[in-house]
């Protein structure tokens, strides 16, 4: 059965440093999304991502964040200059067009640790 | 915010069904329910979504009721890999985004 893929499953990085998240959506969804997780609390919307374009986003999702689609398979999330609070599981999640907006697959997660 | 309540958690015996209720009481006439669950920090896992009508797939059954301010999702033979957090998930209008409450922590036990 097709999953969503992330790398790397951890990443640990020190404070101001740019960090790069990356997953591989399902080959045949063009709805793409970034959600996280702080250790303990509920899991967070933080970007949602259709045709080349971002088409909405939560407070959380500032200046230091962005997302790309550089090629056919891959969706990534950067953090320019990494925070403490940065620290978090981060979920990606792909979704199939002409399904509901809530059907979103997500894959394993990046644990995101900054020192 | 979350528009949904669920109960904090809830026990299981392994090979019963698992109930798990959930109130929606301002839920718009075009919004579905959706359910998904998260065992253990793993990415949230869909399981199922239906607006009025009752479904069904491998996974689970939903059973919305008439008015449709609640649901309960079915587990029908519960096994202790179905240890997990359930949340059950009303979408906000026409955002893009799933808001995940607190959900309901289902412990099966042996």
């Known amino acids: 059965e097709p999953e969503v893929t992330q790398t790397p499953s951890h990443q640990v990085t020190q404070m101001g440093q740019e960090v790069i998240l990356r997953c591989v959506p399902i080959s045949n969804h063009l709805y793409f999304y970034w959600y996280r997780q702080i250790l303990g609390q509920k899991v967070e919307f933080l970007v949602s991502?259709?045709?080349?374009?971002?088409?909405?986003k939560s407070e959380i999702f500032d200046d230091q964040f962005s997302v790309e689609r550089p090629d056919g398979s891959n969706f990534t999330l950067k953090i320019r200059s990494t925070k403490l609070e940065d620290s978090a599981m981060y979920f990606c999640?792909?979704?199939?067009?002409?399904?509901?907006?809530?059907?979103?697959?997500f894959g394993p997660g990046t644990r995101l640790t900054v020192t | 915010d979350a528009k949904t309540t669920q109960p904090t958690s809830m026990d299981c015996a392994e090979g019963r069904a698992a109930n798990l209720p959930c109130n929606h009481s301002?839920?718009?006439?075009?919004?579905?329910v959706y359910w998904y669950r998260q065992i253990h920090s793993q990415g949230p896992q869909y399981i199922i979504h239906g607006l009025k009508n009752n479904e069904t797939n491998e996974m689970a059954s939903l059973i919305i009721t008439e008015d449709r301010k609640s649901s309960t999702l079915i587990l029908p033979h519960a096994t202790l890999r179905d240890t997990a957090v359930y949340y059950c998930i009303v979408r906000d209008g026409a955002t893009n985004k799933l808001i995940f409450g607190t959900g309901t922590l289902l412990a099966v036990q042996p």
């Open positions: 999640a792909s979704k199939q067009t002409g399904t509901p907006i809530g059907e979103q697959y």
């Open positions: 301002t839920i718009s006439g075009n919004e579905y």
């Open positions: 991502f259709y045709n080349n374009e971002i088409s909405e």
